[in-house]
């Protein structure tokens, strides 16, 4: 039974869907007016991880993750470099594509474009204007937290005594500074703006996830992630602005990934240690890498991004890289002893168990290795059967489906392969074997498979 933290209940939980098999899943994107950096990546490579994680435990997935193409940031930059809002945020919206995708994101079953959901926000504030809950001010419209008793509920904050009456523009502010927040906001001069049956404006950040949300998944759906900072007030404002509209429960599972910090320090432009995955690729490491550090820490915790985190991180994915390789060889497509059997799903078990437990990847990996150190120390006793050596690979193949670190076969060109059986070849003329046998490795390493007959050399791809 898989078991979650729901900072709602603010307890772990078993997890039980709204419809038995399906989870209905909305993670808030990014905000496109800048490469993200990797303290986003983290959450986004988390709920990557959490998709995979409950495809694995058979649930079929709905996923929804909307690109926020519309605030304060956005339209400031836009005009600063001189481009239409929709120019500019199109250029980011790719880049947050793309580095998604060298992290090994899947992206989501639906992205929704803010600006492409201007009427459903107007229609959530009509909803909510009609039951009473808001009140305009020069052309804005504000949601009045003081008619929402459970206002707090989310971010443990007691907010009865707010001052009432008191509003914010601003999209991010303070638990300090909570007033009534803002859903709707009048045209500005030199701002974008819609024209809309509310009046002349554009939409407050919270809404946007609201009315994105609800249309995708309905008006209760099962997760709703993003990163702890969201917590207040984002994610408190779009509980109080879709309860309210629906009187029906909007999220039943709250999930908040940690911040990450670099090299024990908050990560911050005037420190110089503010890395986007770009600047971190350019330095030499691998996505991959990158993508290990950011799961093998717990969530809930504080991750601490370092060069030597990167590094390990490196050696972990080498040393299961290293391992696919040494069964592969051996490996036979036949049945495993039933002790090696047995073996296998008890390593499985443990894995599961540990991702059970609200996502314990780091003792999910560790199950996975101790299953490593295990198969090689009982090869080095005794070899072990072609069909033992399958069922490994089978069992690390099945957990890299979740986690997705192991770089695949890069694509060799067969002139390539030519090319280094020939210099294999040279090798053992000069009986420089330890050349020719790096040279089979390798070529191995990138899926190609040597056969010495008597006509010659023979490969095969086994990728
Ligand atoms: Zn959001």
């Not at 437990?357 to 290795?369: R, Y």
Request: charged residues 30%.
């Amino acid at each position: 039974m898989l078991r979650l933290h729901n900072t709602l209940s603010g307890k772990e939980e078993e997890f039980h869907p709204l419809e038995d098999g399906v989870v209905r899943f909305y993670t808030c994107g990014p905000t496109v007016y800048d490469y993200a950096h990797i303290g986003n990546f983290r959450t986004f490579a988390f709920q990557d991880l959490l998709r995979k994680y409950l495809r694995y435990r058979s649930y079929r997935v709905l996923h929804v993750m909307n690109i926020t193409d519309v605030d304060d940031k956005t339209i400031h930059n836009a005009r600063a470099q001189g481009m239409t809002l929709k120019d500019y945020t199109s250029k980011y919206t790719e880049a947050f594509l793309e580095d998604s995708k060298t992290l090994r994101i899947d992206p989501p079953d639906i992205m929704p474009l803010a600006t492409d959901h201007i009427p459903e926000m107007v229609a959530l504030i009509r909803r909510l204007e009609e039951k009473g809950f808001t009140y305009r001010k020069d052309g804005s419209v504000y949601f009045s937290i003081g008619r929402f008793a459970e206002y707090g509920k989310l971010s443990k904050a007691d907010f009865s005594g707010a001052q009432t009456g008191a509003s914010v523009d601003a999209d991010k502010y303070d638990k300090e500074n909570a007033r009534d927040f803002v859903l709707w906001k009048a045209k500005k001069e030199g701002e974008d703006f819609w024209e809309t049956e509310i009046g002349p404006g554009r939409p407050g950040w919270h809404i946007e996830c609201s009315a994105m949300s609800m249309k995708y998944l309905g008006e209760t759906f099962d997760i709703h992630c993003g990163g702890v900072d969201l917590v207040f007030p984002h994610h408190e404002n779009e509980v109080a602005q879709s309860e309210c509209a629906t009187g029906k429960p909007f999220v039943r599972y709250w999930i908040h990934p940690e911040f990450l910090i670099v090299e024990g320090e908050k990560m911050s432009k005037s420190l110089g240690n503010f890395f986007t995955l770009r600047d971190l690729l350019a330095k030499g490491h691998s996505p991959e890498s990158i993508r290990y550090l950011l799961l093998s820490v717990h969530y809930r915790k504080q991750l601490n991004f370092t060069t030597d985190g990167l590094h390990q991180a490196q050696a972990s994915i080498q040393r299961l890289e290293d391992f696919v390789l040494h069964v592969k060889e051996r490996a036979k497509d036949e049945a495993p002893s039933a002790e090696f059997e047995a073996e296998v799903k008890a390593a499985r078990g443990r894995f599961v168990e540990a991702m059970d437990s609200d996502l314990n990847t780091s003792a999910a990996l560790a199950a996975v290795f101790d299953f490593v150190r295990f198969v090689y120390q009982r090869d080095s006793q005794k070899p072990i059967s072609g069909g033992d050596a399958h069922a490994a690979l089978e069992f690390i193949r099945e957990i890299d489906g979740v986690f997705n670190i192991l770089r695949q076969d890069q694509g060799l060109l067969d002139e390539d392969i030519a090319q280094q059986i020939e210099a294999r070849q040279a090798a053992r003329k000069r009986r420089d074997f330890a050349e020719a046998d790096r040279i089979r490795q390798w070529l191995l390493s990138k899926g190609i498979q040597l056969e010495d007959t008597r006509d010659g050399v023979r490969w095969k791809r086994i990728l």
